[in-house]
Structure formats: structure tokens, C-alpha cells
């Protein structure tokens, strides 16, 4: 499907049709003198609804125990099955310019990594390959196979795989990888792009606009490199975050990528709650046309929650080149928590940006959609907290239930255990009124970093309907409209045990954003846009750009 045919399906060509003429623009930060007006009922009315979009999730980058990490290799695709669309868990298995060989202080680096490396061809690799072979279900849920090269000179990068053939080659350098890779289906990934270059971080030098590398990976459990100032900054030992790594500093070079995240969890759970997803926009789950969305640049990335971002410039959607002076911009946001604020990005600066109200509209209708995210831990013991029970509506409809399943905040074993082993959180059953789970909660390790498992429920029910949460051997219950007044939180077995939090309704109001502007200033022979969404409660997603040529 071309892209007029995609966007006349989506009902795009429509929404230009009736949008022609008008001039919109955001508050905030916008650039120039565009004049500032509301967005009109009709022109929101005629937005697609994204809850028809086809966004399929996956994390194309995460490690267990094949190499080095924790927790074996059939839980950590277990996990994934759980939340994702599609996975690769990710062996280590090349560090062709390894450091500490003549530097005492190092020597554990090569052990540790030689060791895993060699474990990997003594075996490993044919079993690996073998058991994600037989986990794929086109249709359902895709596995994919992959393995890391480590760099000092170029950063580290994750060769993901179309074929479950594709060999594991030895390399001299990553540029060397790309070479030995060129005649397969294969993307090479360079992922924690903010390290200092020359120390595992990414060096742009390197960077070839080529079809094995059509997107880059911005956010992971390593941090966010879109520019050297972001939210969740590098804490790892590899040392902190610059500018010449990131996201900003590749775009304002001229290059063409698209951005999307993964966990790089390393306790063998793939799609890791605030860890890091890739999303992908195609038709179906298909091998094929995932892979030809992804080296089309149709991604983008979050760091847990799957927002939906709907972005296109005339009739270029994200990852397109296109052309022209004047620049009819559409945007179409749902979140699954209440948004803070949508900056549309223009050669690395905010275009616009849409606050959101401090206070939202709730509508008088006496039914309405909301969403509802319910979490659950808080322990104060090192021990798990094994969660069972279900959640229920006494009125309307379950429209969709999104998990927010985190793996573990720590990647050794705990008191008592002799190996690490997986806790795979589940969603056992459903109806339209109901979700059971499963799931496991550990300690918050501090008061900065969660541990806590949750789902968010999205609800078209009365305003006094109730929503009930059942769990081991206790019972809460909330009408729909004392959530939208605020969260509600209970102590299971009193002050300092484990916890449950009905987190405040967001209506539709507050989860979703609809806007249409016209930028008629080129800057460049090539301008850049891309948008990037960040919800109240710290969850981020960002769309992969559009570059716009000069008329």
C-alpha cells in the first residue's frame, strides 16, 4: 500500500480536505509570527481514531543468561509474549577492540566478556537460534535472533536478523560487521549513543544512510541521548553523557534515521515497563512487513507506556523525505495516562509546544471512556510479593488492558536463592468486564527508581459504575467518578507491606491531542520535524522525523 492509499484508508486525505486554508498553531514555544488560534470541534472531530491505528510493539534489544545477564532464555520470552508484539533477546558475542590487556585495573572486563563470548560458540549459538525458531507465530508474535558487538571506536551496536539463517561472523570493527553482513537481511544497530566517543559511545563519522542502519537507538536503561540535557541522564560506570552521541548532534549533521528504544534489561525481561520500546507502524504482524516498515523508518520509540503518535507533513508520514514550501503539519496523540505537554521539534529546536490544561475537562455524559492504571507493591521486605486476583467493571466495556510489567530492579540473586530465576508477570484471563493477573513485586531498591507492576484499564462505562480490584483476600472498589476526583491506595497488611494505587481517571480529554498548523518558513535545504510526547506521570514517546526539502 502506497502512502495516498494509506492515508486516504486512514481517513488523512479527508481531515487535508477540510483543514485547507486554516492556519492553526500550538501556545508554548512556538518560533516566527504564525497566528495562534484553537483547534475547531469539526477539525477534531474528523482526527482518525487511534485506537484503529496498527502500531505493533516489540524490544529488538535485551539480554539473559545466554551470554552474560540472568534468567534463562524461555522465561524472557515468556515475558515478552506477555506485553509485546514482537522480541529478539540479544546475546552479547564481539568486542573486537577490547580494552585492559595491559591495564591490571581491566582484567576482569576480558574475562568476563571473553568467557560469555566463548560460551556462545561452544554451543550456545545453535541452541539459541533453535529455540526462537520455534517460539515465532506469524500472526501472533514474531521472534526474532540478533547479537551484540561491543566498540570502543564506533559504539556498541545489535545486529538484529530478518533470517533465522543468518550466520554469527567474526568481525575486526562494527564497520567490518556491516561489511560481512551486507549480502544478508540485517540491521546494525548502534544503541547508548551518548557514552564519550572512543569510549563506547557512538561515533557519527561512521554513520552511513544505508539499509542496514535505517534507525538508531535513543532510550534505554542506559539513558536518553536525544540531546546532552534530557530527562534520565547516564549513570551506568561507562561514564556520562555528551553531545557528540546523541540523537541532536546526528540530525544537525544531516544524517537520516529513525529513533526508536529498547530495555537493554539485562535480568531476561524483553519489553521492561519504562525501560525502553520500539513501535512499529504496518499493516499486520507479519515478517516481512515488519521488516520492510522498520528499514522504511516507519518507527518510534517510549519508554513503557505505548503512546500512539500519528504524525505527517502533507502526505509524508514519519521516516518519509518529502518536498515543499509549505508545510500543512498533523498531529494525532493518545497517551494511556494524562499528557503534560506535545513539542513538535523543528531542526532541534521546539516549533510548538501543546500544554496540557492543569485542570481536565470531564464531560457531563453520563457514559465516557477513561483510562485507569492500577499499580501494585511498595513492599518494604527483600522477599516477592506474589500478586492474584483481577480487577472488574460493574458496567460497560474492558476496551483494551495495557500491561505495565517491569523485570527486575536488581540482576542478582536475593536472599535465599542460589540463581537468579524470572518472575513472569501475567494477564491470565479477560473478559469484556474483567482482567486476572499474576504477578510478582519486589522492593523499590530506592525512592527514585520502581519496582512496582501495574495495568492500565481502558474503560467506556457509567460514571457510577464501579471499578473492583480482588486481591489476596482483599477487595477495593471505586466508582469511575471518585477516580476521575483523584488516586485512591491501600495498605495490605498495614504501614510498611505492600500496597495497591488506583491511579486518577484520565478521560479522554486528558490522554489525547488533535492539532493542524502550517509552517511556511523553510530554514534549510533540508528542515527535520519530529514530535515527542511526555505524559505527567515521566513517561515519554517520540515519533522518527520527517525531512522536509526546500521547493
Known amino acids: 500500500m502506497d502512502r495516498r492509499e494509506f492515508l486516504k484508508k486512514s481517513g488523512w486525505a479527508a481531515l487535508g480536505l477540510a483543514a485547507s486554508g486554516t492556519l492553526f498553531n500550538l501556545a508554548g514555544c512556538a518560533k516566527g509570527a504564525n497566528a495562534l488560534a484553537p483547534l475547531p470541534d469539526e477539525l477534531r472531530k474528523s482526527f482518525p481514531d487511534l485506537r484503529e491505528m496498527k502500531v505493533f510493539w516489540g524490544d529488538v534489544h535485551n539480554h539473559c543468561?545466554?551470554?552474560?545477564?540472568?534468567?534463562?532464555?524461555?522465561?524472557?520470552?515468556?515475558?515478552?509474549?506477555?506485553?509485546?508484539?514482537?522480541?529478539?533477546v540479544t546475546p552479547h558475542a564481539l568486542w573486537p577492540d577490547i580494552p585492559g590487556r595491559n591495564d591490571e585495573r581491566l582484567k576482569w572486563v576480558i574475562?568476563?566478556?571473553?568467557?560469555?563470548?566463548?560460551?556462545?560458540?561452544r554451543g550456545g549459538w545453535g541452541k539459541y537460534v533453535a529455540r526462537m525458531k520455534e517460539c515465532n507465530d506469524p500472526g501472533k508474535f514474531l521472534t526474532f535472533i540478533s547479537y551484540e558487538c561491543h566498540s570502543m571506536e564506533h559504539g556498541d551496536h545489535v545486529a538484529l536478523c530478518h533470517d533465522f539463517s543468518t550466520p554469527l561472523v567474526e568481525c575486526t570493527s562494527v564497520p567490518d560487521l556491516k561489511r560481512k553482513l551486507k549480502d544478508y537481511k540485517v540491521f546494525v544497530t548502534p544503541h547508548h549513543m551518548g557514552y564519550i566517543t572512543g569510549f563506547r559511545g557512538y561515533n557519527w563519522d561512521a554513520f552511513r544512510e544505508d539499509a542496514q542502519t535505517p534507525f538508531v537507538e535513543m532510550y534505554s536503561r542506559h539513558g536518553l541521548a536525544e540531546t546532552d540535557q534530557d530527562d534520565y541522564a547516564y549513570l551506568h560506570d561507562m561514564g556520562p553523557r555528551v553531545y557528540e552521541?546523541?540523537?541532536?548532534?546526528?540530525?544537525?549533521?544531516?544524517?537520516?534515521?529513525?529513533?526508536?528504544c529498547s530495555t537493554d534489561q539485562h535480568a531476561g525481561y524483553p519489553g521492561s515497563y519504562g525501560d525502553g520500546r520500539i513501535g512499529v507502524y504496518c499493516d499486520s504482524l507479519t515478517r516481512d512487513n515488519l521488516w520492510d516498515a522498520m528499514a522504511a523508518r516507519r518507527v518510534c520509540g517510549v519508554t513503557g507506556d505505548k503512546i500512539k503518535i500519528d504524525f505527517r507533513i502533507g502526505d509524508a508520514m514519519t521516516g518519509d523525505i518529502t518536498r515543499g514550501n509549505r508545510r500543512e503539519i498533523y498531529l494525532n496523540v493518545e497517551g494511556q495516562n494524562y499528557i503534560d505537554y506535545v513539542d513538535l521539534i523543528k531542526n532541534g529546536e521546539c516549533l510548538a509546544r501543546l500544554s496540557a490544561p492543569h485542570t481536565t475537562h470531564v464531560p457531563d455524559e453520563r457514559v465516557i471512556r477513561a483510562k485507569v492504571k492500577v499499580d501494585f507493591g511498595w513492599n518494604r521486605e527483600e522477599r516477592y510479593i506474589h500478586w492474584q486476583g483481577g480487577l472488574r467493571i460493574s458496567?460497560?466495556?474492558?476496551?483494551?488492558?495495557?500491561?505495565?510489567?517491569?523485570?527486575?530492579?536488581?540482576?542478582?540473586?536475593?536472599?535465599?536463592?542460589?540463581?537468579?530465576?524470572?518472575?513472569?508477570?501475567?494477564i491470565v484471563g479477560r473478559t469484556p468486564q474483567s482482567v486476572e493477573l499474576d504477578m510478582y513485586s519486589s522492593k523499590n531498591p530506592n525512592t527514585t527508581t520502581p519496582a512496582t507492576?501495574?495495568?492500565?484499564?481502558?474503560?467506556?462505562?457509567?460514571?457510577?459504575g464501579r471499578i473492583t480490584a480482588s486481591f489476596n483476600g482483599h477487595t477495593w472498589s471505586y466508582t469511575l467518578d471518585e477516580l476521575l476526583q483523584g488516586s485512591k491506595a491501600h495498605f495490605l497488611r498495614g504501614w510498611l507491606s505492600e500496597a495497591v494505587q488506583f491511579h486518577r481517571a484520565?478521560?479522554?480529554?486528558?490522554?489525547?491531542?488533535?492539532?493542524?498548523?502550517?509552517?511556511e518558513r523553510p530554514e534549510r535545504d533540508t528542515d527535520y520535524y519530529y514530535v515527542r510526547v511526555r505524559q505527567r506521570d515521566g513517561q515519554w514517546g517520540w515519533s522518527s522525523p520527517i525531512w522536509v526539502e526546500r521547493a
Open 65 to 88: 543468561n545466554v551470554t552474560y545477564g540472568h534468567g534463562d532464555l524461555d522465561d524472557a520470552i515468556e515475558a515478552a509474549r506477555q506485553q509485546l508484539d514482537f522480541v529478539s
Open 111 to 121: 574475562d568476563y566478556h571473553e568467557n560469555a563470548f566463548k560460551r556462545l560458540r
Open 245 to 260: 552521541g546523541s540523537i541532536r548532534y546526528g540530525l544537525e549533521r544531516g544524517n537520516k534515521f529513525g529513533i526508536m
Open 395 to 426: 458496567e460497560g466495556e474492558i476496551n483494551d488492558v495495557q500491561s505495565c510489567f517491569r523485570g527486575a530492579a536488581f540482576t542478582s540473586p536475593q536472599e535465599g536463592e542460589t540463581a537468579f530465576k524470572t518472575r513472569v508477570n501475567r
Open 453 to 464: 507492576q501495574g495495568v492500565i484499564l481502558d474503560v467506556t462505562m457509567p460514571r457510577n
Open 506 to 519: 484520565a478521560p479522554v480529554s486528558a490522554f489525547s491531542i488533535g492539532h493542524y498548523m502550517v509552517d
